[in-house]
C-alpha cells in the first residue's frame, strides 16, 4: 500500500502561529486589490486575468474552510467599501473649448470628487498635424474605458470643410448612440435675463433634442453640381424607433426631475413643424399622441417651432419640458441660451442612459474670441457639475453650481455678462469657492 508523502493539513499548528494565519489572507486581499485597481484602472485584459490567477490562487492555497468564509466577507467588503474613481475622458477641441475646458477641469479637481481624468487632443491641430479626427477604435475605447466624456468644442477657421468637428463631435453622437441631448435653460439671477421682470424661478425648463436622426444624418446629395441646374437633397431621417425613444426618454424625464424650487415637473411639449414637413411631423404627432397616453399624470402639450420661438421671448414661464428633433433642438437652444444670459451659460449632455454619455457646452469654439482670456467658463463649468451628477457624484455638483450662483451674484464673471474678469480669473474663482465649501 502507498502512503501519501503529503503532510496531513495540521489545524492546531496554524493556530499557534497567528502571523502565519495571517499572511494568507494578507496576500489574498493584496491580490485582490490589484485585481480592483486592473479592473477599474486598466483596460489592458492581460492585467486583468493575471490580476484574476493571482486572486484564486492565493485563494485556494488555504484551506481552513472557515476561515475561507470569513476572508470572503473580508474580501467583498473592501471591495465595497474602497472609493471606485469615475474615469472621466476630457477633450477641449477648438478655440475657446481650450480656454474654458481647463477652468472646468479645475473646478473638478477643487471639488474633491473622485475622478480620473484623461486628456485627448482630438480637434482641429491635431487633424491639421497628422490628419487624424478620431484615432482607430476611438470612440469604442471611450464607450469602454470611461464612465463619461468632458467636451468643450470644436470649429476652426483653418478646417473650412469642419470635417473633424463632424467626425469627432457628430461620431460621438450618431456612432456611441447618445440620443438624447438634455440642454437645461435655468436663469442663475434675474440680472442675466435680458426680458423684463423674469426671476430664475420664471426660467426653469428643459430642451430634450433628438440627437441621432434627422437632417444631420447627411443623407442626401448634389445633382448637376456648379450649372444653374443644380440640386441638392437633404434628407430629414426620422425612424419610428428613434422618435419613439426621444419621446419616451422626455416623458420620463419629466416625472424623474424636479425643478430648481423643488415642485415636480408636470408638462411635455412636442414641437414641430408638422403643418409644413407632414410626413415627418405626422410621425411625431402619432408617436407623441401614443406614449403620452403611458404618462397620464403628465399633460402632453404641442407648438409649431416658429410659435415657440415667440412664446420663448413674450413668456418663458410657460415652459417645463420641450422634446423636439435634432435641428428644432439646435436652433430653439441657441435661442434659449439667450434667456440664460447667452451662449457662455448654457449647459448639456449627450446621453444615452445606461451607455458612456458626453457633456458639452451649448456654445462653439468661437474664433473671433479665442485666446483672448474673455471667454465665459460657466457654460463649462455647469457643464462638469451636470457630468459630475450624471455619473453619481451629486453633492460636487451641487457644490459646484452653488459657487456658480455665487460667482453671478458677486459679479465674480467675464464681460459678457456683465462683469470685468477674464476666463482664467472667473475660473480660478469658482474653483476657490468650490475649495472652501467644505468636503463633500
Ligand atoms: P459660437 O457658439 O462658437 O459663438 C457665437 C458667438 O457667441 C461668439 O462669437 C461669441 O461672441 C459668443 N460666445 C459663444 N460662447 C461664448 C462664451 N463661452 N463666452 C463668451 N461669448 C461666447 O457659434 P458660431 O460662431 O456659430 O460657431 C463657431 C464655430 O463653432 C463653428 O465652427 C461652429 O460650427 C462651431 N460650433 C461647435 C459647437 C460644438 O462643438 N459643440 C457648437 C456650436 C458651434
Ligand atoms: C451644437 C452645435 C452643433 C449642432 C454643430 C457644431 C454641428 O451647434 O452642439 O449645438 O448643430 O448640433
Ligand atoms: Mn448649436
Redesign the pocket.
Given at each position: 500500500m502507498r502512503v501519501s508523502a503529503r503532510k496531513p493539513y495540521n489545524h492546531r499548528r496554524h493556530a499557534r502561529r497567528p502571523l502565519g494565519l495571517l499572511r494568507t489572507p494578507v496576500a489574498s486581499l493584496t491580490a485582490l486589490w490589484r485585481y480592483y485597481r486592473a479592473f477599474y484602472t486598466s483596460s489592458k485584459s492581460a492585467l486583468w486575468i493575471l490580476a484574476t490567477v493571482e486572486y484564486a490562487l492565493s485563494y485556494y492555497s488555504y484551506k481552513l474552510i472557515r476561515t475561507h468564509v470569513t476572508h470572503f466577507k473580508m474580501c467583498v467588503l473592501l471591495f465595497l467599501t474602497v472609493e471606485q474613481k469615475k474615469r472621466i475622458a476630457v477633450i477641449a477641441?477648438?478655440?475657446?473649448?481650450r480656454e474654458?475646458i481647463p477652468e472646468a477641469v479645475n473646478v473638478i479637481k477643487a471639488s474633491g470628487a473622485a475622478v480620473e481624468l484623461t486628456d485627448f487632443d482630438w480637434g482641429a491641430e491635431r487633424y491639421l498635424g497628422d490628419g487624424v479626427t478620431v484615432p482607430p477604435d476611438g470612440f469604442a475605447m471611450l464607450g469602454r474605458d470611461f464612465d463619461a466624456i468632458l467636451?468643450?468644442?470644436?470649429?476652426?477657421?483653418r478646417v473650412p470643410s469642419?470635417i473633424h468637428?463632424k467626425e469627432i463631435?457628430l461620431g460621438m453622437r450618431f456612432k456611441m448612440d447618445l440620443y438624447a441631448n438634455v440642454r437645461p435653460v435655468r436663469l442663475l439671477d434675474a440680472s442675466l435675463c435680458p426680458l423684463k421682470g423674469i426671476e430664475p424661478k420664471d426660467l426653469d425648463f428643459v430642451v430634450i433634442r433628438e440627437n441621432t436622426e434627422g437632417v444631420y444624418v447627411d443623407a442626401g446629395g448634389v445633382f448637376k453640381q456648379g450649372t444653374p441646374d443644380e440640386i441638392a437633397v437633404q434628407e430629414d431621417i426620422n425612424s419610428r424607433k428613434g422618435v419613439e425613444r426621444i419621446i419616451r426618454y422626455a416623458f420620463e424625464y419629466c416625472e424623474r426631475h424636479k425643478k430648481q424650487d423643488g415642485s415636480p415637473r408636470k408638462r411635455v411639449l412636442m414641437c414641430d413643424k408638422s403643418n409644413a414637413m407632414s410626413y415627418a411631423g405626422g410621425l411625431w404627432q402619432r408617436v407623441f399622441k401614443e406614449v403620452g397616453r403611458e404618462y397620464p399624470q403628465i399633460a402632453a402639450e404641442h407648438m409649431y417651432v416658429d410659435a415657440l420661438c415667440t412664446q420663448m421671448v413674450r413668456d418663458p414661464r410657460q415652459f417645463d419640458v420641450i422634446v423636439t428633433n435634432n435641428m428644432f433642438g439646435d436652433i430653439i437652444t441657441?435661442l434659449a441660451a439667450g434667456l440664460q444670459g447667452?451662449?457662455?451659460?448654457a449647459a448639456s449632455g449627450n446621453i444615452h442612459p445606461g451607455k458612456t454619455s458626453m457633456f458639452?457646452?451649448?456654445?462653439?469654439?468661437?474664433?473671433?474670441?479665442a485666446g483672448k482670456d474673455?471667454?465665459?467658463?460657466?457654460?463649462?463649468i455647469l457643464t462638469a457639475a451636470m457630468m459630475l451628477g450624471h455619473v453619481g457624484l451629486a453633492r460636487e455638483a451641487e457644490k459646484i453650481e452653488g459657487a456658480v450662483i455665487e460667482a453671478v451674484r458677486q459679479k465674480k464673471i467675464?464681460?459678457?455678462?456683465g462683469g470685468s474678469l477674464g476666463?482664467r480669473e472667473a475660473g480660478e474663482w469658482v474653483a476657490r469657492r468650490v475649495s472652501q465649501s467644505g468636503p463633500s
Open positions: 477641441g477648438d478655440g475657446i473649448g474654458v467636451v468643450g468644442a470644436f470649429g476652426d477657421p469642419n468637428a463631435l441657441d447667452g451662449l457662455g451659460m458639452e457646452p451649448v456654445h462653439g469654439s468661437a474664433p473671433p474670441i474673455v471667454a465665459n467658463p460657466l457654460g463649462a467675464t464681460q459678457d455678462i476666463t
